[in-house]
């Protein structure tokens, strides 16, 4: 059974259809996840949520531990992201309240987050030229269509390293760039899923225009949760009527359960065996194919 991993903030399980059943903590080689996952179905969809900052948001950007999270997901049986997150709005047609369904990302983190599983003995380069999944995203757009909900498909997310929001050259600067929204999660949680081999697709909601627009005020922590607290229903509304299409398509023809197909560059004999025995989870389809 196709199960579906939601990460957001800790509230956004809460709706209605969700059934847990069970929290799990996952011991996972690279340490803790945010928090436990929550484990259940959406409409008879299985399903995991994590709360990516852990509950009470607790974890600053740079903290999170990524690797644990996506690995911890996968290792329940996830074989699709949905990833809900707070962004900026770097253009004035995306107003704060509106969805984003972006296809691209700017890294500006700064070297501070573990964004790869491979190393230690053993090289892989996954192709990121399509970081976001197209199937997920189109599965998306198509629901929010049908649903009529404010939404803008395409574009470029913008990853800094925060916590601090941007100063306002920063924000001028990077509207140069023509990048859509701003925020300081997703580019890392892409990295990892696609190393995964999981389906991965953002679904970014504007809740401020960073501080570049001249008759908005600055962002703020209160005029962010004050947006999100407004327009949750929205992703909620959005995840409960997307989920059985994506958990009856993430099988289909998409490169992304494949991707480490092209991207393993050490030789299997030079392998350090601690290095395979850590990465098991990662590996086991490609060496059930190499049987």
């Given at each position: 059974?196709?199960?579906?991993?939601?990460?957001?903030?800790?509230?956004?399980?809460?709706?209605?259809?969700?059934?847990?059943?069970?929290?799990?903590m996952?011991?996972?080689?690279?340490?803790?996840p945010?928090?436990?996952?929550?484990?259940?179905?959406?409409?008879?969809?299985?399903?995991?949520?994590?709360?990516?900052?852990?509950?009470?948001?607790?974890?600053?950007?740079?903290?999170i531990?990524?690797?644990?999270?996506?690995?911890?997901?996968?290792?329940v049986?996830?074989?699709?992201?949905?990833?809900?997150?707070?962004?900026?709005?770097?253009?004035?047609?995306?107003?704060?309240?509106?969805?984003v369904?972006?296809?691209?990302?700017?890294?500006?983190?700064?070297?501070f987050?573990?964004?790869?599983?491979?190393?230690?003995?053993?090289?892989?380069?996954?192709?990121?030229?399509?970081?976001?999944?197209?199937?997920?995203?189109?599965?998306?757009?198509?629901?929010?269509?049908r649903?009529?909900?404010?939404?803008?498909?395409?574009?470029?997310?913008?990853?800094?390293?925060?916590?601090?929001?941007?100063?306002?050259?920063?924000?001028?600067?990077?509207?140069?760039?023509?990048?859509?929204?701003?925020?300081?999660?997703?580019?890392?949680?892409?990295?990892?899923?696609?190393?995964?081999?999981?389906?991965?697709?953002?679904?970014?909601?504007?809740?401020?225009?960073d501080?570049?627009?001249?008759?908005?005020?600055?962002?703020?922590?209160?005029?962010?949760?004050?947006?999100l607290?407004?327009?949750?229903?929205?992703?909620?509304?959005?995840?409960?009527a997307?989920?059985?299409?994506?958990?009856?398509?993430v099988?289909?023809?998409?490169?992304?359960?494949?991707?480490?197909?092209?991207?393993?560059?050490?030789?299997p004999?030079r392998?350090?065996?601690?290095?395979?025995?850590?990465?098991?989870?990662?590996?086991?389809r490609?060496?059930?194919?190499?049987?």
């Open positions: 059974m196709t199960r579906i991993g939601i990460i957001g903030g800790s509230g956004l399980y809460d709706m209605a259809g969700v059934a847990i059943t069970e929290e799990r996952i011991a996972t080689p690279f340490g803790e945010s928090d436990a996952l929550r484990l259940g179905t959406l409409d008879g969809v299985a399903v995991a949520f994590l709360p990516r900052h852990g509950r009470g948001h607790r974890k600053t950007p740079s903290e531990n990524y690797r644990a999270n996506l690995w911890a997901l996968k290792s049986g996830v074989e699709a992201v949905l990833s809900v997150s707070a962004v900026g709005s770097m253009k004035e047609a995306i107003v704060p309240g509106h969805l369904f972006p296809d691209q990302f700017i890294d500006r983190t700064r070297g987050r573990a964004d790869t599983f491979f190393g230690d003995g053993l090289v892989a380069h996954v192709s990121l030229a399509d970081p976001i999944c197209p199937l997920l995203r189109g599965l998306l757009r198509q629901t929010a269509e649903l009529d909900l404010p939404h803008h498909d395409g574009g470029t997310y913008l990853n800094i390293e925060g916590p601090q929001f941007s100063t306002r050259a920063e924000s001028h600067l990077y509207r140069t760039w023509g990048v859509s929204v701003i925020g300081m999660t997703n580019v890392t949680e892409a990295r990892l899923a696609r190393e995964a081999e999981l389906h991965y697709a953002t679904i970014a909601m504007s809740t401020d225009y501080c570049w627009h001249a008759s908005e005020e600055a962002v703020s922590v209160d005029a962010v949760v004050k947006t607290l407004e327009n949750v229903h929205k992703a909620q509304a959005l995840i409960r997307a989920v059985p299409a994506v958990a009856a398509s099988r289909g023809t998409c490169p992304c359960p494949n991707a480490l197909d092209a991207a393993v560059m050490t030789a004999d392998v350090p065996p601690v290095t395979r025995e850590r990465l098991a989870l990662l590996l086991a490609r060496d059930a194919a190499a049987a």
